[in-house]
Structure formats: structure tokens, C-alpha cells
T-cell receptor, first 113, second 114 residues
Framework: DGGITQSPKYLFRKEGQNVTLSCEQN?????MYWYRQDPGQGLRLIYY???????QKGDIAEGYSVSREKKESFPLTVTSAQKNPTAFYLC????????????FGQGTRLTVV | GNSVTQMEGPVTLSEEAFLTINCTYT??????LFWYVQYPGEGLQLLLK?????DKGSNKGFEATYRKETTSFHLEKGSVQVSDSAVYFC?????????????FGQGTILTVHP
């Protein structure tokens, strides 16, 4: 079955560490996105990518980095520069055709300990 | 820039009650509009969508009509069930540049009691 897979589901990070969240899709979608979700604030866009080796900052990119070396993969690194990283992170993918929806993974809950 | 505004929540209803969740948007051009649903601890699932003015999206008893004149896309259901308890997000996807990225409202928590 086609879909989008995020791993791990739960992740714990110590202060000062970098961590990488995985996102893989087999939907043959060109566009991929990372969102952060905090209680009561909806979803905020971190980074997005339309093609391999190209990506753009979203609304809250500071303290995060991404890569897009393969069409199906779009990992997100939460760096030690991110001051408040505890959140629920959602990856999504979509066709770039107009009117099409985005498909979401199950999310990764990151907690700083 | 684009923006989506949803009605304040949370919303609490009894089973079989009528549901309306208001959604208005600001966007240039002719965006596509979506409602997504999120169950606890999970990702978002598409509930319904509409891609042009006057289109009505529908799924699982939920409906929403794309009203360009009022820039609205209100979600309705005639008779809610306990299993409809979730967070509902209104979203738009612009028809122009910026890779067609989705812009979300803040979400509305719905709780349905038996």
C-alpha cells in the first residue's frame, strides 16, 4: 500500500543534542513538507521541498535543517539551536498538481528531557 | 499572505446534534479548500475538499461548500456520533507560487457525548 511513514513515533532528546526525524513516502509525490504542531496553535510549516536537492524555509525554520537527496525521503534535523523543540512533528507529501490534497504521516512526538 | 480562521473551540455536543464549524479564509487567486480530521496521537486525514467556487465536498455525512463571495468553507454534519470526536482543521492550498503549500487554521476540538 502506498503511504507516508514517519519514524520513530516517540523520540526523547537531551539538551544540546541534535536529533533527526525520518520521513519516507512511496506515493511518487514531488512535494514534501514538515509541520510542527503545538497545543492550540494548529500546524506551522517548518520546511518544504518540491524537487530533489531543493527546499525552502517555511514560517518557523530557525533551529531546524532538512535534506532532499532522494524523491521519497525528506528527513528533518532538530538542532540544539531550537530553543523549544518539544512538539508533535508531522510530515506530509503531495502532488504539485493544482487542487490535490496532502497526505500525512502518523507523526513523531519529540520530548526534550 | 494566505490565512485561515476557524471558529473558537472546543465544541461539545450530544450525540445526534447538528454540527457547524465555521471557516473563513484570505487568499489570492483561486485556492483549493480542505477539511482534515485528526484523532488523538495520529496524523491528519483528509475529510473532504473543494477545488472551485460553489463546489460541495462531502464524506461520511460531513459537507462543506466553497463560497467565494463570503470566502468561507463551513463544515456541517446533520447528526454527530461519539466517534466523530476529534480535532478538525480547515486548510487552503494556493493556486499560485510557493509550491502550493497548505495553510491551516488553528483547529477546532470536537467532543461528542452519548
Amino acid at each position: 500500500d502506498g503511504g507516508i511513514t514517519q519514524s520513530p513515533k516517540y523520540l526523547f532528546r537531551k539538551e544540546g543534542q541534535n536529533v533527526t526525524l525520518s520521513c519516507e513516502q512511496n506515493l511518487n509525490h514531488d512535494a514534501m513538507y514538515w509541520y510542527r504542531q503545538d497545543p492550540g496553535q494548529g500546524l506551522r510549516l517548518i520546511y518544504y521541498s518540491q524537487i530533489v536537492n531543493d527546499f525552502q524555509k517555511g514560517d518557523i525554520a530557525e533551529g531546524y535543517s532538512v535534506s532532499r537527496e532522494k524523491k521519497e525521503s525528506f528527513p528533518l534535523t532538530v538542532t540544539s539551536a531550537q530553543k523549544n523543540p518539544t512538539a508533535f512533528y508531522l510530515c506530509a507529501s503531495s502532488s504539485i498538481a493544482g487542487g490535490t490534497e496532502a497526505f500525512f504521516g502518523q507523526g513523531t512526538r519529540l520530548t526534550v528531557v | 499572505g494566505n490565512s485561515v480562521t476557524q471558529m473558537e473551540g472546543p465544541v461539545t455536543l450530544s450525540e445526534e446534534a447538528f454540527l457547524t464549524i465555521n471557516c473563513t479564509y484570505t487568499a489570492t487567486g483561486y485556492p483549493s479548500l480542505f477539511w482534515y480530521v485528526q484523532y488523538p496521537g495520529e496524523g491528519l486525514q483528509l475529510l473532504l475538499k473543494a477545488t472551485k467556487a460553489d463546489d460541495k465536498g462531502s464524506n461520511k455525512g460531513f459537507e462543506a461548500t466553497y463560497r467565494k463571495e463570503t470566502t468561507s468553507f463551513h463544515l456541517e454534519k446533520g447528526s454527530v456520533q461519539v466517534s466523530d470526536s476529534a480535532v478538525y482543521f480547515c486548510a487552503l492550498r494556493s493556486s499560485g507560487t510557493s509550491y502550493g503549500k497548505l495553510t491551516f487554521g488553528q483547529g477546532t476540538i470536537l467532543t461528542v457525548h452519548p
